[in-house]
């Protein structure tokens, strides 16, 4: 099985990086790929829990990424960018590491890809 790692460190609203990030892992995932995603710095934002009040318009990246990791993908939150910014209570399934997890997704991939 194929396999794509994506690292991003851009948050919700102020950026599109967590959509953009969602619908490579949703078409990654659709084609049979195994998923691994690493949210880093101002990224740990779109794991928090209570994403209720999102504009209809935009992505409601809590529920966006249940579902990911309801079809497999593994999401890792960086623990020590989570406590800095205050976020707790996140998505349940996340992953809770830091970066030798990241080293460690980075080495076992076929394919990486930093999103900005």
Do not use: W
């Not at 990424?65 to 623990?79: D, P, Q």
């Amino acid at each position: 099985m194929s396999s794509l790692g994506i690292l991003f460190y851009n948050g919700p609203i102020q950026y599109e990086t967590p959509e953009t990030v969602i619908e490579i892992a949703r078409t990654a995932l659709d084609k049979g790929y195994k998923v691994r995603i690493f949210c880093f710095m101002d990224g740990v934002y779109s794991l928090m829990k209570g994403h209720e009040r999102v504009p209809k318009e935009m992505i409601n990246t809590e529920d966006a990424f249940k579902e990911l990791i309801s079809r497999g993908a593994e999401v890792i939150i960086c623990t020590l960018t989570a406590d800095q910014r205050g976020v707790k209570d996140v998505v349940e399934g996340v992953i809770k590491g830091g970066t030798p997890d990241l080293a460690e997704i980075i080495d076992e991939v076929d394919r990486f890809i930093v999103i900005t």
